[in-house]
């Protein structure tokens, strides 16, 4: 039998199949094989048969044949014949072995082809796998780089916002300590504050005393103080005179003053300040006040009786 396998002498191309092509033609050449043994197997059946059936017939007619073929002759052609046939059943006898010898070399050289390519699918799948390995490793090893990368980044960035966070606590904690002292300072300033507020309301304090003065009159409105209306315009709520203090031995002159336009003045002592304000110009007289500074004596009198007296309605509220 004459034919080339073509799995035993693979090409270029064949070289590069994957494995389960190999498995493909593994079960092709197993088949084929099969196809031959039964093959094989039929035409042995088939000769016994025969040979079955030819016997049969030759014992059946033995005697027909003894009449009809009486001669010696005959009977030495028909065993020449018959040895002729029996020599091309053994011929064909060997030609079958041959074909079976051929058979079993056919399957020996499938089955070290189909060998020989399960090993190379297997070689390739290992080469295949390493590659993609490989590529893998190659195309992991920026991701893994960078992966490192930004922990790192993540690392310095916690270490930074913990030094913040405890750069933050000092300040906090520095600005509570001047904030606190900054509120001490504030208080006893003040405390000073509402010193100097109630000496400053102590000068401030001041009476009031009321007048009423026609054109040409003079009234002595405190000690050592003396007002006089010289002249006075209705219309246009104004007026002129002239202040005197006695002590300072001076005039303080009023000229074209309008309403509610407060005059101050001091002595020469340093007391003060004095304020006279005017409220009302009329057709019979100027109405206004003066303010005259309270004497801290006077002033001190004043405002304990004006605590006792709020200690006093306190006390009558909590009963």
Do not use: C
């Not at 913040?164 to 300040?171: C, G, N, P, R």
């Not at 202040?243 to 003045?265: A, C, G, M, N, Y």
């Not at 009329?282 to 309270?294: F, I, M, Q, S």
């Amino acid at each position: 039998m004459g034919f080339t396998n073509p799995m035993l002498h693979p090409t270029e191309t064949e070289k590069e199949w994957p494995r389960d092509r190999a498995v493909v033609y593994e079960s092709d050449h197993r088949g084929h094989s099969k196809a031959l043994w039964g093959l094989v197997v039929l035409l042995a059946v088939a000769l016994g048969a025969l040979a079955y059936h030819g016997y049969q017939v030759v014992k059946d007619q033995n005697s027909q044949i003894t009449q009809i073929f009486s001669s010696q002759g005959t009977l030495s052609k028909l065993g020449q014949r018959a040895d002729a046939a029996e020599g091309k059943l053994q011929e064909m006898a060997g030609n079958w072995q041959d074909v079976g010898q051929r058979v079993t070399k056919l399957e020996g050289r499938v089955a070290g082809s189909v060998k020989e390519t399960r090993q190379y699918a297997e070689t390739l799948t290992r080469q295949l796998h390493a590659q993609v390995t490989a590529e893998l490793d190659a195309r992991t090893s920026p991701l893994d780089a960078r992966l490192r990368q930004v922990e790192s980044q993540e690392a310095d960035q916690r270490a930074q916002l913990a030094q913040v966070q405890a750069s933050l606590k000092q300040e906090i904690a520095t600005a509570q300590q001047e904030t606190g002292r900054n509120i001490s300072g504030i208080r006893e300033q003040e405390e000073t504050n509402a010193r100097d507020v109630s000496a400053l309301s102590q000068k401030l304090e001041r009476d009031r005393i009321d007048f009423e003065l026609a054109k040409g009159q003079s009234k002595e409105l405190a000690p050592g103080i003396e007002l006089r209306i010289r002249g006075m315009n209705p219309a246009y709520q104004r007026y002129h005179g002239a202040i005197w203090l006695l002590q300072d031995r001076r005039t303080v002159w009023l000229k074209d003053q309008s309403v509610h336009e407060p005059v101050r003045f001091f002595h020469k002592d340093g007391t003060g300040p004095y304020e006279l304000v005017v409220t009302d110009v009329n057709k019979k007289a100027v109405v206004g006040y003066l303010l005259v500074p309270v004497k801290p004596d006077a002033a001190a009198s004043a405002s304990a009786g004006k605590a006792s007296q709020e200690s006093v309605a306190a006390s009558g509220a909590r009963q």
